[in-house]
């Protein structure tokens, strides 16, 4: 099965769109290095001055990301659904201490969505953010074979 379909193209966003669509949103995911394996860890976030803030618990999540470096991924689409986008961000986590100015800005928008005692604020300074921006592709454009869920899904 083949297509003269045009392949979409992907477009490198600037790190001022990474940023816009940073605090646009609210929610990614951690990945960090955990017992000798990666992990990933689903998070709401958001961006203070130059730094992008999440809190959590004590356990897995803030013993791997503290004094490590970590990537925070989050992806979205336009508003019909036929754009994609991704941006990521590279850095160093590091405790930020539970000041007033912490806990009276950011700590205030930080609303976590699972119930528990979240009082561990991590901060990631950037030391990469890039993103990308593309057309999202119908199905028989991939060139592949399409399996049997696909297939039905499509039926």
Same mark, same amino acid.
Not at 60 to 84: C, F, M, Y
Not at 112 to 123: C, L, M, R
């Given at each position: 099965?083949?297509?003269?379909? #045009?392949?979409?193209?992907?477009? *490198? $966003?600037?790190?001022?769109?990474? /940023?816009?669509?940073?605090? $646009? @949103?609210?929610?990614?995911?951690?990945?960090? /290095? +955990?017992?000798?394996?990666?992990? *990933?860890?689903?998070?709401?976030?958001?961006?203070?001055?130059?730094?992008?803030?999440?809190?959590?618990?004590?356990?897995?999540?803030? &013993?791997? &990301?503290?004094?490590?470096?970590?990537?925070?991924?989050?992806?979205? @689409?336009?508003?019909?659904?036929?754009? +994609?986008?991704?941006? *990521?961000?590279?850095?160093?986590?590091?405790?930020?201490?539970?000041?007033?100015?912490?806990?009276?800005?950011?700590?205030?928008?930080?609303? #976590?969505?699972?119930?528990?005692?979240?009082?561990?604020?991590?901060?990631? @300074?950037?030391?990469?953010?890039?993103?990308?921006?593309?057309? *999202?592709?119908?199905?028989? @454009?991939?060139?592949?074979?399409?399996?049997?869920?696909?297939? &039905?899904?499509?039926?």
């Amino acid at each position: 099965m083949t297509t003269d379909a #045009p392949v979409p193209q992907t477009e *490198i $966003l600037s790190s001022d769109e990474c /940023w816009d669509l940073l605090r $646009l @949103t609210s929610f990614g995911r951690l990945a960090v /290095w +955990a017992n000798a394996q990666p992990e *990933i860890f689903p998070l709401n976030y958001k961006v203070d001055h130059d730094k992008v803030v999440f809190r959590t618990s004590h356990g897995t999540k803030l &013993a791997s &990301a503290l004094g490590s470096r970590v990537a925070l991924e989050i992806d979205g @689409t336009n508003d019909h659904g036929g754009v +994609a986008w991704s941006v *990521i961000v590279k850095g160093p986590a590091n405790r930020l201490e539970r000041t007033p100015e912490v806990l009276n800005s950011v700590g205030r928008l930080l609303v #976590p969505w699972e119930a528990g005692k979240k009082d561990h604020f991590v901060g990631i @300074t950037p030391e990469a953010v890039t993103g990308r921006r593309f057309r *999202i592709a119908a199905p028989l @454009t991939w060139g592949g074979r399409l399996d049997d869920a696909l297939r &039905a899904g499509l039926e």
